[in-house]
């Protein structure tokens, strides 16, 4: 039997019916890395107790205590979120060896649920890239394709569940990189509202877009993760102190009279034709099946890309100032001076795409500068906010592709920094808005790539986009991520 081929619901179910044990679970999922990492190369680093802490599980359930439905559950942890003891690395030279003394606020949770953090995983440099290609580390290949990028930053993340390395994982999310590698690997991502789960002890790329989300095979396995890690933290200030009813227990997969916008910017020149199709074939059969259609207009759209990037490269080049090589992490080895240590120290720890960000970042919040960009992106962010919330008064959910084109080839974009970014105009007005977004597979292409669709909600609407795509993963008759060929 290939547990590893299970979905996590499946998995808790058997679990609890004595058809399969925790030990038994972990010992396939690491068969299954042991067997195909060489060639995905989705990890950074493999946790060497994996093992014992599947035998307190089923002691455990051989005491008939009540576990989380999740425990048991191998997990793997993208190389940003903090891990208590062990490394995390960003997938940078700047923190190659840095052990955290602390946990994240969701690795607490993902431990007190019992699940078992099997590894580490590859990520594009600080969460900065679009195809994980740069990560100081490795390089990470698409499951269904290993000539072919699996998406980032959260690259790791989706080709680690796409090939049976993990049955679900956290990725983080500041312009789509939960959803854009799940789009190209053929995985369910749920990036959600910014403040619904706490970015205590996330690594900070751009703090008020950055997001942690889960990685599953299936939308149950979202929602069920997604309930254990969201919720009020008062260890981060930007946490949203509300309540939240858990979304597993309220799926249903009713989609008549759920009226779905479909804004015309989202399927306009640049969308491959591949991928246009195959939403909009997703979209008629939701509607076929009750669902009512509306076009709608999002028209900031075209300033999206554009936006995202000052401010996120902005609170970037802020955020970053505190890897100096004085307090932890890499420090030059040969320096002359202070201000010398300074400069080659950021010059060798960070890559190309860090320093590239850093210093747009940095001018567009100098002197003479910041109210020619950075002020106007800000007004520009709260024009697309305007505009999703006017949207939201018309329809339930928005649909869209959610990443222009099929997983491309490694090598193939990384010199061209501008055709990378263009790329993210699906994701990024979403993390813009502060608004969540759930990224399901919607068909593939001739040679056998997947294609994504993203579905956005409403702020903590969570609920609602988790039932469109179970409605959809119900019509289609599920997701199935694993390729038959790796």
Known sequence: MKLYEKTAAELSD????????????????IERTNAVEDKVGACVTRCEDALQKAEAVDKAFAEGKELHPLAGIPIGIKDNISTKGIRTTCASKMLENYVPPYNATVMNKVESANMIV???????????????????????????????????????????????????SLGSDTGGSIRQPSALCGTVGLKPTYGSVSRYGLVAFASSLDQIGPIGKSVKDVSMLYDLICGHDKMDATS?????????????????GLCIGVPKEYFGEGIDSYVKESVFNAIKLLESNGAIVKEISLPSTEYAVNTYYIIASAEASSNLARFDGVKYGFRAKEYDGLIDMYQKTRSEGFGDEVKRRIMLGTFVLSSGFYD???????????????????????????????????????????????????????????????LP??????????????????????KFAEQTILNTAYAYETLCGGFSCIPDTL
């Open 437 to 458: 977004a759930i990224s399901v597979p919607c068909g593939k292409t001739e040679s056998g790539l997947p294609l994504g669709m993203q579905m956005i909600g409403a």
């Open 240 to 256: 949203a102190y509300r309540e939240y009813p858990g979304t597993f227990v309220g799926l249903n997969n009713d989609v008549k």
């Open 372 to 434: 020619a960009y950075y002020k106007k992106a800000k007004l520009v962010q709260r024009k697309i906010a305007q505009e999703f919330s006017q949207a939201f008064k018309e329809c339930d959910v928005i649909i869209t592709p959610t990443y222009p084109t099929p997983a491309f080839k490694i090598g193939e974009n990384i010199d061209d920094p501008l055709k990378m970014y263009s790329g993210d105009i699906c994701t990024v007005t979403v993390n813009i808005a502060g």
């Open 118 to 168: 099997t590894g580490k995983l590859n990520m594009d440099e600080f969460a900065m890239g679009s195809s994980t290609e740069t990560s100081y580390i490795k390089k990470t290949h698409n499951p269904h394709n290993l000539d072919c990028v699996p998406g980032g930053s959260s690259g790791g993340s989706a080709a680690c569940v796409a090939a049976g390395e993990a049955i679900v």
């Open 14 to 29: 058997m679990l609890r019916a004595k058809e399969c044990s925790a030990v038994e679970l972990c010992k396939d999922i």
